[in-house]
């Protein structure tokens, strides 16, 4: 729905004649602001070029670490595969923020929600199993040191998830605020 009710040309005149304005009907109508609905994509592009390059390069470590033989395993490739279909969108949600396409806006936050539940679930998974350390090390640690070690590691991860988690999720939320609404007449 329109905020403004169209008016003819003419009767505009006379109403502008009527209260004593001074202005013709073009120039009244030049003072009005124009809303460009796509104003807040340029920041958001800038943020997806931020974020597509991190993504990549984060695949891109995790892929090279997965290839190494000593490191490879289930999870490395999870995370591998995980991070590179994460950055694919990424550089889908900046293109669609550079050709203003309205649908950016939820691509973005759809994006960045899984890149934050991602990072919660991996942390959430690495705070609470239990602490890998190779076989020909453990006879020479102490007990109380490997409890230290657990909560150490446990909090770490847990600040980890947390923080990465709360920063993504704050970036889906920025993304999500440059949607455009449209209204659907029925």
């Given at each position: 729905?329109?905020?403004?009710?169209?008016?003819?040309?003419?009767?505009?005149?006379?109403?502008?004649?009527?209260?004593?304005?001074t202005?013709?009907?073009?120039?009244?109508?030049?003072?009005?602001?124009?809303?460009?609905?796509?104003?807040?994509?340029?920041?958001?592009?800038?943020?997806?070029?931020?974020?597509?390059?991190?993504?990549?390069?984060?695949?891109?470590?995790?892929?090279?670490?997965?290839?190494?033989?000593?490191?490879?395993?289930?999870?490395?490739?999870?995370?591998?595969?995980?991070?590179?279909?994460?950055?694919?969108?990424?550089?889908?949600?900046?293109?669609?923020?550079?050709?203003?396409?309205?649908?950016?806006?939820?691509?973005?936050?759809?994006?960045?929600?899984?890149f934050?539940?991602?990072?919660?679930?991996?942390?959430?998974?690495?705070?609470?199993?239990?602490v890998?350390?190779?076989?020909?090390?453990?006879?020479?640690?102490?007990?109380d040191?490997?409890?230290?070690?657990?909560?150490?590691?446990?909090?770490?991860?847990?600040?980890?998830?947390?923080?990465?988690?709360?920063?993504?999720?704050?970036?889906?939320?920025?993304?999500r605020?440059?949607?455009?609404?449209?209204?659907?007449?029925?």
């Amino acid at each position: 729905m329109d905020r403004f009710v169209s008016i003819p040309y003419d009767a505009l005149t006379a109403l502008l004649k009527a209260s004593g304005s001074t202005l013709t009907p073009d120039q009244y109508l030049a003072t009005f602001i124009t809303v460009d609905p796509y104003r807040k994509f340029r920041g958001r592009a800038t943020a997806a070029v931020w974020s597509k390059y991190f993504l990549l390069a984060a695949a891109a470590l995790s892929i090279g670490l997965t290839c190494i033989p000593s490191n490879f395993g289930v999870e490395g490739v999870l995370v591998s595969v995980s991070l590179s279909v994460l950055t694919y969108f990424e550089y889908r949600v900046h293109a669609a923020f550079v050709e203003r396409k309205p649908e950016a806006a939820t691509l973005g936050f759809r994006n960045q929600s899984a890149f934050a539940a991602f990072i919660l679930i991996y942390c959430l998974y690495h705070a609470f199993a239990p602490v890998q350390i190779p076989t020909e090390y453990r006879e020479y640690v102490d007990p109380d040191l490997m409890g230290s070690i657990r909560v150490f590691t446990q909090a770490f991860y847990l600040l980890v998830g947390v923080v990465g988690g709360a920063s993504q999720f704050g970036l889906a939320c920025y993304y999500r605020s440059a949607r455009i609404l449209t209204e659907t007449k029925v």
